[in-house]
């Protein structure tokens, strides 16, 4: 009667996957007033790049919802150097700002970009900067271009060069098949990690964006495995009875948190990653999992049931006291904590449907940021400017974003199959 | 009537109320589990008010080749058994008691809520089978209960009766 479940696992070393469910973005709304920008043609004196680099800071900064990046279709000149620059032509377009750039082969075969930004109302150069790399690196650039653009007008650090990883089901043959991906954080570049007919659920990044952390049930049981993402090495770190799930590494990279039922019901245990020895923190006869780490490393935030129904509570792992963090409605559960350690978002049901919410850990304030139903896994950019959410559309499980304000919205539907659990990168 | 004869009733209508928190309703037998909204059975406050009633002698179908019910259905956010579950889950342990052979509980939960708590729920549900076996004087290392929260739905559809199907735990 018991079943073996030994099934083959095929195991790719980090390399592009271009037929799967790539994703694609697709804006839904901005904010009111986004700030006017065009990116003018960046491109290779007497050669063509792979890779159309404004293009792709416009998608970037577009995305953010803070800037309406202005199509090259309408630009009256497309200046490559500031001193073919014509104010008067983007004054009168009212852009307020201008990034013109250009991209040059060094005697080493490797790509030099220069870029500018320029205040177009102003009438002044905000900052020349070069960007190096080689030819298959032209997004990384791109994303490089946007990340500096983004700060110097925001003030916030772009996250344009972070990655997302996610896992997606797709029927093959009436069979699903579960797949653990990487992609950049606009979803292009699509890597896989790990392809499995077994589920595979609950990515989490290492601090040092090299390794994930997963669930796997390829040996017939939940499981949790550590991989890193540029040789695909990969360690089975759990093997017992019962539940092996939500992994959450620590600031530190040391431990994990991670919750097990090996005792009888599912319980938080800190994982030492170094004498790979489990610790209990957890002692209540209700459901405690879902932990994710305070940014000091000396406290967690986890779901739990002992109030009657699942709740957000934070446990001092040295005290081991025990608070209560969330009162409003009667589901409030998988809670992240944003960069700025005080913004708590979660899944929250409310009137029966489930949504993301964001609860300041200060005032108490709660806020449903999501408009769709039966949201889930809620994770946060590394500069705390959006989060990612999986939601459905029609029968289809897809990827959400929206900024933690609210403002700004998009989607990343996948060309087949379900997309979830995105898991934002650390910067 | 012999005491004999009356045993295994009143094992069950104990066993009803002790794992059900069973409230005074009996439910129609219904091996599909599709109308789940038809009976709730668990009280909040954990008090249980037990009754003989239909509960313990409502029939699962054995099919004509012997074999039995192996899909148990449970209620939105609940772990208790279902009354019309009990007299198949019997049959499973006197057959386990004749022949021990090791069994996966795999408990299932449906789509909705986060995916770890789904998991810890689909335990719960699989736990609650364990331990009605157990009672019933299975032994308990011949069982394993693993959870697979909403990773593997029995129908892939977000409608109330793909729900019901998915809220399950599977004997394997």
Same mark, same amino acid.
């Given at each position: 009667m018991l079943k073996k479940n030994c099934r083959v696992l095929c195991l790719f070393l980090f390399m592009p996957l271009s037929a799967l469910a790539e994703l694609s973005i697709e804006i839904t709304s901005g904010v009111d007033n986004p700030t006017n920008i065009a990116i003018s043609p960046i491109m290779m004196k007497g050669a063509s790049l792979s890779e159309d680099i404004s293009s792709i800071v416009s998608a970037d900064l577009a995305r953010s919802g803070l800037f309406a990046a202005m199509s090259r279709?309408?630009?009256l000149s497309n200046p490559r150097t500031l001193s073919e620059v014509y104010y008067r032509d983007w004054r009168i377009v009212g852009m307020q700002y201008l990034v013109v750039g250009s991209v040059l082969r060094q005697s080493d075969g490797r790509l030099s970009a220069t870029f500018s930004l320029v205040e177009v109302t102003g009438e002044r150069v905000l900052f020349t900067h070069v960007v190096k790399g080689r030819g298959s690196e032209l997004r990384d650039i791109a994303h490089y271009i946007s990340d500096k653009v983004f700060y110097t007008i925001t003030g916030i650090k772009g996250a344009f060069s972070t990655r997302l990883a996610y896992v997606t089901a797709i029927n093959e043959g009436g069979r699903q098949v579960f797949r653990l991906m990487v992609s950049d954080a606009d979803g292009a570049r699509e890597r896989l990690m790990l392809k499995s007919k077994e589920p595979i659920m609950s990515p989490a990044w290492s601090p040092d964006g090299k390794e994930l952390a997963y669930v796997s049930f390829e040996t017939g049981r939940p499981a949790i495995f550590r991989q890193r993402l540029d040789n695909a090495k990969r360690e089975q770190l759990t093997n017992f009875k019962g539940l092996n799930g939500a992994p959450a590494w620590s600031p530190d990279g040391k431990s994990m948190a991670l919750v097990l039922s090996k005792d009888g019901n599912p319980e938080i245990y800190l994982y030492s990653l170094a004498t790979k020895t489990f610790t209990r923190l957890t002692r209540h006869f209700s459901i405690d999992t879902e932990p994710n780490w305070m940014r000091d490393g000396k406290s967690l935030i986890f779901t739990s049931d002992r109030g009657g129904s699942p709740q957000i509570y934070k446990l001092?792992?040295?005290?081991?006291k025990i608070e209560r963090l969330t009162f409003n409605g009667s589901y409030n559960a998988r809670p992240r904590l944003a960069a700025d350690n005080r913004t708590l978002v979660m899944v929250h049901r409310s009137q029966g449907v489930f949504h993301i919410a964001s609860q300041d850990?200060? &005032?108490g304030d709660l806020r449903v940021l &999501?408009?769709?139903?039966?949201d889930e896994s809620p994770t946060v950019a590394p500069n705390g400017a959006m989060l990612m959410y999986a939601t459905k559309r029609g029968n289809k499980g897809v990827l959400a974003a929206v900024s933690i304000d609210a403002g700004s919205r998009f989607l990343l539907p996948s060309r087949q199959g379900d997309v979830r659990e995105p898991a934002w990168s650390p910067f | 009537m012999k005491f004999e004869a009356l045993k295994p009733i009143l094992a069950c209508a104990l066993l009803t109320s002790f794992l059900v928190g069973c409230s005074s309703t009996p439910s129609s037998s219904s091996s599909n589990g599709a109308n789940s909204g038809s009976s709730t059975l668990s009280t909040d406050n954990g008090v249980s008010t037990g009754s003989v009633g239909g509960a313990g002698i409502s029939g699962s179908d054995i099919d004509a080749d012997g074999s039995i019910e192996t899909v148990f259905y449970f209620d939105f956010d609940k772990s208790t058994l279902k009354p019309e579950s009990l007299a198949a889950l019997r049959i499973h342990a006197q057959r386990l008691i004749a022949n021990p052979a090791s069994v996966r509980l795999e408990g299932h939960a449906d789509e909705r809520g986060t995916r770890e708590y789904n998991m810890a729920l689909g335990e719960r549900r699989g736990s609650s089978v364990k331990e009605f076996l157990v009672l019933q004087g299975v032994d308990g290392s011949l069982l394993e209960v693993i959870s697979y929260g909403e990773e593997?739905?029995?129908?892939?559809?977000?409608?109330d009766s793909s729900w019901a199907l998915n809220r399950r735990v599977e004997i394997k």
């Amino acid at each position: 009667m018991l079943k073996k479940n030994c099934r083959v696992l095929c195991l790719f070393l980090f390399m592009p996957l271009s037929a799967l469910a790539e994703l694609s973005i697709e804006i839904t709304s901005g904010v009111d007033n986004p700030t006017n920008i065009a990116i003018s043609p960046i491109m290779m004196k007497g050669a063509s790049l792979s890779e159309d680099i404004s293009s792709i800071v416009s998608a970037d900064l577009a995305r953010s919802g803070l800037f309406a990046a202005m199509s090259r279709a309408n630009m009256l000149s497309n200046p490559r150097t500031l001193s073919e620059v014509y104010y008067r032509d983007w004054r009168i377009v009212g852009m307020q700002y201008l990034v013109v750039g250009s991209v040059l082969r060094q005697s080493d075969g490797r790509l030099s970009a220069t870029f500018s930004l320029v205040e177009v109302t102003g009438e002044r150069v905000l900052f020349t900067h070069v960007v190096k790399g080689r030819g298959s690196e032209l997004r990384d650039i791109a994303h490089y271009i946007s990340d500096k653009v983004f700060y110097t007008i925001t003030g916030i650090k772009g996250a344009f060069s972070t990655r997302l990883a996610y896992v997606t089901a797709i029927n093959e043959g009436g069979r699903q098949v579960f797949r653990l991906m990487v992609s950049d954080a606009d979803g292009a570049r699509e890597r896989l990690m790990l392809k499995s007919k077994e589920p595979i659920m609950s990515p989490a990044w290492s601090p040092d964006g090299k390794e994930l952390a997963y669930v796997s049930f390829e040996t017939g049981r939940p499981a949790i495995f550590r991989q890193r993402l540029d040789n695909a090495k990969r360690e089975q770190l759990t093997n017992f009875k019962g539940l092996n799930g939500a992994p959450a590494w620590s600031p530190d990279g040391k431990s994990m948190a991670l919750v097990l039922s090996k005792d009888g019901n599912p319980e938080i245990y800190l994982y030492s990653l170094a004498t790979k020895t489990f610790t209990r923190l957890t002692r209540h006869f209700s459901i405690d999992t879902e932990p994710n780490w305070m940014r000091d490393g000396k406290s967690l935030i986890f779901t739990s049931d002992r109030g009657g129904s699942p709740q957000i509570y934070k446990l001092n792992i040295i005290s081991r006291k025990i608070e209560r963090l969330t009162f409003n409605g009667s589901y409030n559960a998988r809670p992240r904590l944003a960069a700025d350690n005080r913004t708590l978002v979660m899944v929250h049901r409310s009137q029966g449907v489930f949504h993301i919410a964001s609860q300041d850990l200060v &005032t108490g304030d709660l806020r449903v940021l &999501t408009q769709t139903r039966l949201d889930e896994s809620p994770t946060v950019a590394p500069n705390g400017a959006m989060l990612m959410y999986a939601t459905k559309r029609g029968n289809k499980g897809v990827l959400a974003a929206v900024s933690i304000d609210a403002g700004s919205r998009f989607l990343l539907p996948s060309r087949q199959g379900d997309v979830r659990e995105p898991a934002w990168s650390p910067f | 009537m012999k005491f004999e004869a009356l045993k295994p009733i009143l094992a069950c209508a104990l066993l009803t109320s002790f794992l059900v928190g069973c409230s005074s309703t009996p439910s129609s037998s219904s091996s599909n589990g599709a109308n789940s909204g038809s009976s709730t059975l668990s009280t909040d406050n954990g008090v249980s008010t037990g009754s003989v009633g239909g509960a313990g002698i409502s029939g699962s179908d054995i099919d004509a080749d012997g074999s039995i019910e192996t899909v148990f259905y449970f209620d939105f956010d609940k772990s208790t058994l279902k009354p019309e579950s009990l007299a198949a889950l019997r049959i499973h342990a006197q057959r386990l008691i004749a022949n021990p052979a090791s069994v996966r509980l795999e408990g299932h939960a449906d789509e909705r809520g986060t995916r770890e708590y789904n998991m810890a729920l689909g335990e719960r549900r699989g736990s609650s089978v364990k331990e009605f076996l157990v009672l019933q004087g299975v032994d308990g290392s011949l069982l394993e209960v693993i959870s697979y929260g909403e990773e593997r739905p029995a129908s892939l559809d977000s409608t109330d009766s793909s729900w019901a199907l998915n809220r399950r735990v599977e004997i394997k």
